[in-house]
């Protein structure tokens, strides 16, 4: 996990938890920190490893390792539904608090994560349309139906297709 987005996902919690109970509060820096502690103890593994002696040897192996692993680890790494949902938690967090820019990147890694996730699509298409972006709105509503064609709004989301298409 890149440290940037580490320290989004913290910054996000600190302003959850302003607004939560103490219960909740305990619940959610509990999961922050057993995140945190494997991130932190791999920076430092590495960068212990990286000064000893025998460093060399061991990123030699490692590369050789990382080069003969196979294609179903590397698409295991790529998909991951649990992140996906918590960035379109943390995107509807910041569109609640206002602020529908900063929650764009978040559904585009969403959706990267998970391709065939519905909900990013439309909350992109929602947060386009109000910006006036007809463009990218008419990309993600198609996308939406594409991924998800019998949604239980599908009637409605094909009349905003049609009256962002027209000119």
């Known amino acids: 996990m890149p440290i940037g987005r580490l320290k989004a996902?913290?910054?996000?919690?600190?302003?959850?938890?302003?607004?939560?109970?103490n219960l909740r509060r305990v619940a959610v820096l509990?999961?922050?920190?057993?995140?945190?502690?494997?991130?932190?103890?791999?920076?430092?593994?590495?960068?212990?490893?990286?000064?000893?002696?025998?460093?060399?040897?061991?990123k030699t192996d490692q590369a050789t390792s990382d080069s003969s692993g196979d294609s179903s680890s590397q698409q295991q790494a790529q998909y991951n539904p649990r992140e996906a949902e918590k960035d379109v938690e943390v995107a509807t967090f910041y569109m609640?608090?206002?602020?529908?820019?900063?929650?764009?990147?978040?559904?585009?890694?969403?959706?990267?994560?998970?391709?065939?996730?519905?909900?990013?699509?439309?909350?992109?298409?929602?947060?386009?349309?109000k910006k006036e972006d007809k463009?990218?709105?008419?990309?993600?509503?198609?996308?939406?139906?594409?991924?998800y064609p019998h949604a239980p709004d599908a009637k409605k989301v094909e009349k905003k297709i049609a009256k962002l298409s027209e000119p």
């Open 30 to 58: 509990t999961c922050v920190f057993a995140a945190a502690v494997p991130v932190a103890q791999a920076a430092r593994q590495s960068s212990s490893s990286s000064s000893s002696s025998s460093s060399k040897s061991a």
């Open 135 to 147: 463009e990218n709105a008419l990309k993600y509503y198609r996308e939406y139906l594409q991924v």
């Open 9 to 21: 996902d913290f910054h996000f919690v600190a302003l959850w938890l302003r607004n939560s109970n």
């Open 96 to 129: 609640r608090k206002g602020d529908p820019d900063a929650s764009i990147p978040r559904l585009e890694e969403a959706i990267r994560l998970r391709p065939n996730y519905a909900k990013p699509r439309l909350m992109l298409a929602e947060i386009y349309e």
